[in-house]
């Protein structure tokens, strides 16, 4: 099993920034690929990003240009940097691993418990 831990949430006015972590533990995360998701109230849970075991990512076009989504040299904690953020932005932040789909849901074995990110307008 893989557990993953997900930090770095909060409250935070329209503009400004706010980095989550989420760290990697139990069995290895070794050839995984990452990502972050993101869940808002009513709505559908939707793919942020991802960064593959070699260090390639993809982006939603909802925050491309604001977020960067990076992993640590031992890759087990994964980070997503948020910049400019906007009242949409508000959701829980998910963390995932996994080896199938990189955009969907179905495409990650493992699943964090979710740090919550709201911006004030």
């Known amino acids: 099993q893989v557990q993953l831990v997900e930090s770095g949430g909060g409250l935070v006015q329209a503009g400004g920034s706010l980095r989550l972590s989420c760290a990697a533990s139990?069995?290895?995360?070794?050839?995984?690929?990452m990502a972050w998701f993101r869940q808002a109230p009513g709505k559908e849970r939707e793919f942020v990003a991802a960064?593959?075991?070699?260090?390639?990512?993809a982006y939603a076009d909802s925050v491309k240009g604001r977020v960067t989504i990076s992993r640590d040299n031992a890759k087990t904690t994964v980070y997503l940097q948020m910049n400019n953020l906007k009242p949409e932005d508000t959701a829980a932040y998910y963390c995932?691993?996994?080896?199938?789909?990189?955009?969907?849901?179905?495409?990650?074995?493992?699943w964090g418990q979710g740090t919550q990110v709201t911006v004030s307008s």
């Open positions: 960064i593959s075991w070699c260090g390639n990512t």
């Open positions: 995932a691993a996994g080896t199938g789909s990189k955009f969907t849901q179905s495409g990650y074995d493992y």
């Open positions: 139990g069995r290895t995360v070794s050839g995984y690929r």
